[in-house]
T-cell receptor, first 114, second 114 residues
Framework: DAGVIQSPRHEVTEMGQEVTLRCKPI?????LFWYRQTMMRGLELLIY????????DSGMPEDRFSAKMPNASFSTLKIQPSEPRDSAVYFCASTSGQGSQPQHFGDGTRLSIL | QKEVEQNSGPLSVPEGAIASLNCTYS??????FFWYRQYSGKSPELIMS????GDKEDGRFTAQLNKASQYVSLLIRDSQPSDSATYLC??????????????FGQGTILTVHP
């Protein structure tokens, strides 16, 4: 049974470049979440979707960040332009049911902005 | 006051001892509670979920929930060095605009020494 799949696993790029992170949720899961984790701020929810519709994007730090979910099996998180302070591990998670079920995390993308 | 707070660490226990991890939450509307384990450089992994007052046991792990006191804990019996990790308490506030939204505590680092 495949879990949440994220790509790339690592990304190193220069400041100002566009970064696109990808996520494939577990088949049948109707909730998808994007998190960011840093030593200073811990694990923060950026945005989440239910049935491909964004429900809460209050955690998105600023307009440079955007997320889409064009279908039930794919989501992207884009940063444009990227800045060094965006360096973090970005996790995608998914769950099913009525939103009260535990979330299953992907392996994450370690992003470094130089 | 943070929405989800965990006892400050790091916590160090000898092998074979009981490790006790504590968490408090601020919203009385919270209904679903989870403990995740995160090894260094890895993604969070669900180890326990609890939804009603009382104790829930799974192997060496026991989760305890007291909604009146807004308190949830995790006990690890017969601690092993392989239990050394960061433990994250997470809460879902069912209903309203927060439906399905998982809020994490800052995590407690546990070290089990031989």
């Amino acid at each position: 049974d495949a879990g949440v799949i994220q790509s790339p696993r690592h990304e190193v790029t220069e400041m100002g470049q566009e970064v696109t992170l990808r996520c494939k949720p577990i088949s049948g899961h109707d909730y998808l979440f994007w998190y960011r984790q840093t030593m200073m701020r811990g694990l923060e929810l950026l945005i989440y979707f239910n049935n491909n519709v964004p429900i809460d994007d209050s955690g998105m730090p600023e307009d440079r960040f955007s997320a889409k979910m064009p279908n039930a099996s794919f989501s992207t998180l884009k940063i444009q332009p990227s800045e060094p302070r965006d360096s973090a591990v970005y996790f995608c998670a998914s769950t099913s049911g009525q939103g009260s079920q535990p979330q299953h995390f992907g392996d994450g993308t370690r992003l470094s902005i130089l | 006051q943070k929405e989800v707070e965990q006892n400050s660490g790091p916590l160090s226990v000898p092998e074979g001892a009981i490790a006790s991890l504590n968490c408090t939450y601020s919203d009385r509307g919270s209904q679903s509670f989870f403990w995740y384990r995160q090894y260094s450089g890895k993604s969070p992994e669900l180890i326990m979920s609890i939804y009603s007052n009382g104790d829930k046991e799974d192997g060496r792990f026991t989760a305890q929930l007291n909604k009146a006191s807004q308190y949830v804990s995790l006990l690890i019996r017969d601690s092993q060095p392989s239990d050394s990790a960061t433990y994250l308490c997470a809460v879902i506030k069912d209903g309203g605009t927060s439906y399905g939204k998982l809020t994490f505590g800052q995590g407690t680092i546990l070290t089990v020494h031989p």
